[in-house]
């Protein structure tokens, strides 16, 4: 049996090469040697060498390894088989294992091992080849892996957008283009330029819209219409039946004065017997008036220190710096009988080429210190609901009724006693202003309660990725008056964004999430259309509510910018400033405008939400983040708001004809805040920052340590449970910056977990019925940081009064440490609930609690 001659062997061949020798049988080796063997290795086919004969004989095996060239997809690659032996007589098979060996050199010895340098070489280098490979291998994997992330993946949404460090990812079904978070700006901002915002505002502010009227129940139905003619996935309305108060106009309110024998006499004209405060309790009452500037806490604590005690006596007060409930509550604390509120010349502006209020105008407002309908406090007013014979308890048990400044001037001449401070005087004629008291008048008011119905037109874009997360916006659609600036603007960049957003939805935009936009109804009643639907919805829009943005009380002025909001959003809010030009100043971004030179924006710009904005109740009642943006006036405030000159000309006439200019950049900017709500694909809330909340009051809270631990108390429980809950951020943020961006399940467990933290603060231990601000942060009631820190004040006497006032009631004993330790209980369990909800996992709580 002839054989190939075998080809030289090269020094290339890998060592590790596990080779196999087959003996042949004795009838089949080649007459001259007595064994071969075969060389295996993937260039070349088997071949056979001559060598030198064992001495020693070998049994025969059952069957025999051979290796066998695989043609066709797999050439160039030997296979290992098994064969069985052939039938037939049995051929003696010997096995043995070998040392491969190339051909020897002339003259060489048989027998005795060759030495090849360059093999010897090739043996020591072979780590550091398998080292350089795996090194190179390893940078071009992580080379295209980062490459690969910023291309289109199919894992996220049917448009991929991303924010400025480009993290986002594309869906499955995508046949747009990229586009980027600058494509989306640059989209929305030329879908917005085509609007008619100056023609809806004036339009809407043209129209009767008095909740429950004729006039409100059509523009209702314009408002359902404009949303229906737009792309929008859900069209829908609520309807409320609420508890709202009016005038009675058989029976107007009306003031007397009242002699030295108590006779009534002559009546002071009230000019205006639309002007009421709804919700003032009804009756009449009789006293002497005493002047209290704008009736806060600290005002009435200063009439006392200067000898005159409220209690007994209708006070005269100032419109403006609090809002009229926290007037008609903090004078009904002090023991007052009634309460009479008026607009002062001083606090609006004195440029003339400014408009100003009319001297006989008077100002209207509601004086709940609550939101929603009164009469059904926690629960939904709707037609079928059994309501509970109930009230809230922010109603009052006083009357009060706005007074115009020419009424207040007549007032104020015949008052008596030590002169009001110098920064209580005002710019009516009667200067300076007395504290009084004075002579008596006669207070009556008639109001009556109805039962009205209210609705809320909702529309939605549905998001493609999470569309049971919404993001909501909202602007109030009824005004007492033509209500321009008090809701007008709002309206009008509600349906703006509407027509825009559904056109970038024509030219492929989509969301992640969904956007629910809402006309509200009832707002001049104290946000009664968004209460009543977050009582009615509360279990669900908990869960799902990502955020709310308000759009009312927009523009007032075009000077300062303020921004009334949780928290978790001041981080968005100062992103989306950066990229929003200024409507007065050319070449500036709006965040360059209010930028202040010696103080942190912030502290310039950020402010906390406040009761008389619809965006409070969303977060100190539901546990949703909430804003509220407004452009204000740099010296004075806007004074035509909640009176019937709010119209369409003063309000342009006020911003110099810039009105257009500033209600588009309130739109750019809620527009921007909205895609990046609702399209980052982690959700851009900054969970971390209520632990800077407490560490602020912190310091104000170490003030007592000594006072407390003379008593054998203490406040570290409080501090642990802040720690926990800044650990709990901490390791939820590596967590996040760790993963896999792509992991669509993975993400949507940490936005569940980012979008549920202001709902992490909403105190468990108290009940909605009777504290339905539950926030420890904002709300009200002996549960919230702010009632720990009034109560710790009482530790020290002179801070007893000062406490009182600041939480609307009348100082008691003192500090009581069985209140203490409830208040403490109440304040650190909810924060420390928030820590371990952050954290994720039961498994995964890690705290020092």
Not at 272 to 294: E, I, K, Q, R
Not at 388 to 405: H, K
Not at 549 to 560: I, R, T, Y
Not at 788 to 816: K, S
Request: net charge negative; with cysteine; hydrophobic share 40%.
């Amino acid at each position: 049996m002839a054989f190939p001659s075998p080809p030289f062997f090269s020094s290339h061949t890998p060592n590790s090469l596990l080779l196999r020798t087959l003996y042949l049988p004795h009838s089949y080796q080649h007459p001259e040697d007595h064994y071969f063997q075969i060389l295996l290795h993937p260039l070349f086919q088997s071949h056979v060498y001559p060598a030198h004969p064992p001495q020693q004989q070998w049994s025969p095996q059952p069957s025999q390894t051979i290796y066998k060239r695989v043609e066709g997809p797999s050439q160039g690659r030997l296979e290992e088989e098994e064969e069985d032996r052939e039938e037939g007589p049995e051929l003696p098979v010997h096995f043995c294992p070998m040392e491969l060996k190339g051909p020897e050199p002339l003259g060489s010895r048989p027998g005795l091992p060759v030495h090849i340098p360059w093999a010897e070489a090739g043996r020591r280098a072979a780590p550091y080849l398998v080292l350089t490979a795996l090194l190179i291998f390893t940078g071009a994997f992580l080379l295209g892996y980062v490459a690969f992330r910023g291309s289109c993946q199919a894992c996220g949404d049917s448009v991929l957008v991303v924010s400025e460090d480009g993290n986002y990812e594309p869906g499955p079904d995508s046949r747009q283009g990229t586009l980027y978070w600058s494509d989306l700006q640059a989209m929305f901002l030329r879908l917005l330029g085509k609007g008619h915002l100056e023609d809806t505002i004036r339009q809407a502010s043209l129209r009767e819209r008095v909740a429950g009227s004729a006039g409100m129940a059509a523009l209702a139905q314009d408002i359902l219409a404009a949303l229906s003619a737009h792309r929008l996935d859900h069209v829908w309305t609520d309807t409320h039946y609420v508890g709202l108060q009016f005038p009675d106009r058989e029976h107007p309110n009306t003031l007397h004065w009242v002699d030295e024998a108590g006779k009534m006499g002559e009546q002071l004209q009230l000019e205006d017997p639309d002007v009421y405060c709804p919700y003032s309790a009804t009756g009449n009452v009789t006293g002497s008036l005493v002047y209290a500037h704008y009736g806060r806490p600290e005002d009435l604590r200063e009439l006392r220190a200067r000898g005159v005690d409220p209690a007994g006596h209708l006070l005269l007060v100032r419109a403006g710096v609090t809002s009229f409930a926290q007037k008609v509550a903090s004078a009904q604390d002090s023991g007052a009988r009634g309460v009479l509120i008026y607009p002062d010349p001083a606090d609006f502006s004195h440029d003339p080429h400014k408009p100003g209020l009319a001297r006989h105008q008077a100002v209207y407002g509601h004086v709940h210190l609550g939101t929603g309908d009164p009469y059904t406090p926690g629960f939904p007013s709707f037609n079928q609901t059994q309501f509970p014979p109930v009230a809230s308890s922010g109603l009052p048990s006083i009357p009060a009724q706005p007074i115009s400044a020419a009424i207040a001037d007549q007032l104020l001449r015949k008052l008596k006693g030590p002169v009001a401070p110098h920064k209580w005087q005002g710019a009516l004629s009667s200067f300076p202003y007395p504290l009084g008291p004075g002579p008596a008048v006669y207070l009556e008011v008639n109001n009556h309660r109805t039962s009205t119905p209210i609705r809320n037109i909702f529309g939605c874009i549905e998001g493609v990725a999470e569309p049971d997360h919404y993001v909501v916006i909202g602007a109030q659609r009824d005004a007492w008056g033509p209500g321009a600036a008090k809701s007008a603007v709002g309206t009008a960049i509600l349906l703006e964004l509407v027509r825009t957003f559904s056109s970038m939805v024509s030219n492929g935009f989509r969301p992640r999430r969904s956007l629910l936009f809402i006309s509200w109804d009832g707002g001049d009643f104290g946000s009664v259309g968004s209460t009543e639907w977050l009582e009615g919805y509360l279990s669900i829009l908990h869960l799902k509510a990502v955020a709310y943005v308000s759009l009312d009380n927009a523009v007032l002025g075009d000077d300062k910018f303020h921004a009334k909001t949780s928290p978790l959003l001041i981080n968005l809010i100062e992103s989306v400033l950066k990229q929003v030009d200024s409507p007065n100043h050319s070449g500036q971004t709006l965040f360059e405008q209010v930028m202040p030179v010696n103080t942190s924006w912030d502290a310039e710009v950020i402010q906390p939400l406040s009761m008389d904005s619809s965006a409070y109740s969303f977060t100190a009642f539901a546990g949703v983040p909430a804003v509220e943006f407004s452009f204000l006036e740099d010296d004075q405030a806007y004074p035509f708001l909640h009176t019937k000159e709010d119209t369409y000309e003063n309000l342009h006439r006020m911003l110099r004809g810039r009105l257009p200019a500033v209600a588009q950049a309130v739109a750019q900017l809620v527009g921007l805040l909205l895609i990046r709500l609702s399209h980052d694909h982690l959700l851009p809330l900054d969970f971390g920052r209520y632990g800077d909340v407490v560490l602020r009051h912190m310091g104000t809270l170490n003030e007592y340590s000594g006072d407390l631990k003379a008593r054998g108390l203490t406040l570290q429980w409080v501090y642990s449970a802040r720690g926990d809950y800044m650990r709990a951020a901490e390791k939820l943020r590596k967590e996040i910056y760790s993963s896999e961006e792509s992991d669509e399940r993975l993400t949507r467990m940490y936005n569940v977990r980012i979008m549920r933290v202001e709902f992490y603060f909403l105190s468990q231990y108290v009940s909605p019925a009777d504290f339905p601000f539950r926030h420890i942060f904002l709300g009200h009631g002996d549960h919230t940081l702010g009632a720990l820190l009034d109560h710790l004040r009482l530790l020290r006497p002179a801070g007893a009064e000062a406490a009182a006032g600041a939480a609307g009631w009348t100082a008691g004993p003192g500090f009581q440490e069985s209140r203490f330790r409830r208040q403490l209980a109440l304040l650190t369990w909810t924060l420390q609930g928030a820590a371990n909800a952050l954290g994720g996992d039961v498994w995964n709580i890690d705290n020092n609690f």
